[in-house]
């Protein structure tokens, strides 16, 4: 589908053994759910083009049991949002700039029982900085919690960044 935006109070279910080519987008909406067992492909896009997952200025959103691979970018990014859960993710990929999870100038965001393998950063807490983005995320990053996650990081980046 290329890139999909989501909106408030929508949910997109990825079926188990649904693969989706795309990536997907929500920017300042409420009550947002991207859930399912399917797969998020996002190996149709050129380095840094797009990222599977993408959240900004966004308010209570729960992500779910899907699985990411072959990112080309970030593989799921929060800016400046509240309330964002990461449950029960997989991501597997082997990419020059695959960050698995990015945090930036966001606050109470849980990140459970996640499986993140990822050539770069596995988990990357930022704040202060306007990262990549074509808004202000430069807001102060409050209460991150990581628990019962595998991280796997390979030839560079880390388990889990704080800061650049």
Not at 131 to 155: A, E, L, P
Request: charged share 20%.
């Amino acid at each position: 589908p290329g890139i999909v935006q989501v909106k408030s109070n929508q949910t997109v279910y990825i079926a188990g053994g649904a693969v989706v080519r795309g990536s997907f987008i929500a920017a300042g909406g409420k009550n947002i759910k991207i859930i399912g067992r399917g797969i998020i492909d996002n190996s149709m896009y050129k380095e840094q083009q797009a990222r599977p997952i993408e959240i900004n200025e966004c308010q209570q959103v729960l992500l779910d049991g899907f699985i990411i691979a072959d990112a080309k970018h970030v593989c799921s990014a929060s800016f400046a949002s509240q309330n964002v859960t990461y449950q029960n993710i997989k991501i597997v990929s082997d990419n020059a700039v695959d960050d698995g999870i990015d945090i930036v100038g966001s606050r109470d965001v849980l990140i459970d029982n996640c499986f993140i393998k990822t050539k770069d950063d596995c988990i990357a807490i930022k704040s202060g900085v306007n990262y990549y983005t074509k808004f202000n995320s430069s807001f102060t990053v409050d209460n991150i919690v990581v628990q019962n996650s595998v991280r796997c990081n390979d030839i560079w980046g880390n388990g889990l960044e704080i800061g650049f």
